[in-house]
């Protein structure tokens, strides 16, 4: 049974536009959250990450959102980029835990 | 870029045969992981090491196992392989020294493609 969903699997945007994707877990453990990106025929790469002390982080053009009483989270990109088309992977741990649950993933495809 | 080399990155086999894949790793991080990605599934955990000869089942193991006899190198073995092992297989490292997941570093990935 899958703890961590991403409902949407895809998701188009025009460019300059904002993205927003969302993910949603059930085990009330998980405390650490993590957002990768992948490129086909590549691997994954860490994008950003969000602790269960916050209720946002942000690094540049990207921003998560956690909001722990609904056991959701998103993830903002603005201004979308059509080098942001990828799979996108919503990802989470519990503490004492060296494993990372995995969504299926969104495809975000940045319209020009 | 986090030195992770998988070998091969693609291969054909035939339903029976073994196949072994191999990551290996130039950053002395103590946990690696072996994935697999599927449509509509995402990136599952089949197997994962703590360390030398240190390994431990992730959610679909079945038919499947590992072995870490160094640091830096870590096998994943179908012992005979079926058309459902069919997929895109991804090895991962994380320092591990933390107390708790870290963000893990993934290879470029394998197409294993089973006849």
């Known amino acids: 049974d899958q703890q961590v969903k991403q409902n949407s699997p895809s998701l188009s945007v025009q460019e300059g536009r904002i993205s927003i994707l969302n993910c949603d877990y059930t085990?009330?453990?998980?405390?650490?959250f993590l957002w990768y990106k992948k490129y086909p025929a590549e691997g994954p790469t860490f994008l950003i990450s969000i602790s269960s002390i916050k209720d946002k982080n942000e690094d540049g053009r990207f921003t998560v959102f956690l909001n722990k009483s609904a056991k959701h989270l998103s993830l903002h990109i603005v201004p979308s980029q059509p080098g942001d088309s990828a799979v996108y992977f919503c990802a989470a741990s519990g503490s004492n835990d060296y494993k990372l649950s995995f969504g299926a993933g969104t495809t975000v495809t940045v319209r020009a | 870029d986090a030195g992770i080399t998988q070998s091969p990155r693609h291969k054909v086999t035939e339903t029976g045969t073994p196949v072994t894949l191999r990551c290996h790793q130039t950053e002395n991080h103590r946990y690696m992981y072996w994935y697999r990605q599927d449509p509509g599934h995402g990136l599952r955990l089949i197997h994962y090491s703590y360390g030398v000869k240190d390994t431990d089942k992730g959610e679909v193991s079945d038919g499947y196992s590992v072995s870490r006899s160094k640091t830096e190198d870590f096998l994943l073995t179908l012992e005979s392989a079926t058309s459902s092992q069919t997929s895109v297989y991804f090895c991962?490292?994380?320092?591990?020294?933390?107390?708790?997941?870290?963000?893990?570093?993934f290879g470029a990935g394998t197409r294993l493609s089973v006849l």
């Open positions: 991962a490292i994380s320092p591990g020294t933390s107390g708790r997941s870290d963000i893990q570093y």
């Open positions: 085990n009330s453990m998980f405390d650490y």
